[in-house]
């Protein structure tokens, strides 16, 4: 009796493992041409790669202006702290 429980687990085993390799090769060929039809169409991305002057002077105006807005907040905090 023991002897056809492990051939009948031996065999479920194989069995398991090959449905694994088929589905992987199966979600494996999905995802290859899932990739070869994908194109970006980012404006972002084409900002930074085409009009490199122009994205590069958007991302240092960005800057600046969160750097004025931390500036100029931090100081009216200084001046309430300075009237009190």
């Given at each position: 009796?023991?002897?056809?429980?492990?051939?009948?687990?031996?065999?479920?085993?194989?069995?398991?493992?090959?449905?694994?390799?088929?589905?992987y090769?199966?979600?494996?060929?999905?995802?290859?041409?899932?990739?070869?039809?994908?194109?970006?169409?980012?404006?972002?991305?084409?900002?930074?790669?085409?009009?490199?002057?122009?994205?590069?002077?958007?991302?240092?105006?960005?800057?600046?202006?969160?750097?004025?807005?931390?500036?100029?907040q931090?100081?009216?905090?200084?001046?309430?702290?300075?009237e009190?």
């Amino acid at each position: 009796m023991p002897r056809i429980r492990l051939t009948q687990t031996g065999e479920m085993i194989v069995l398991i493992g090959n449905f694994i390799i088929a589905a992987y090769a199966w979600s494996g060929n999905i995802q290859n041409e899932m990739d070869a039809r994908y194109v970006e169409q980012s404006s972002l991305t084409n900002l930074f790669t085409e009009h490199k002057f122009w994205g590069w002077t958007g991302l240092l105006l960005i800057f600046v202006a969160i750097s004025a807005i931390f500036y100029f907040q931090f100081q009216a905090w200084e001046q309430e702290d300075q009237e009190e």
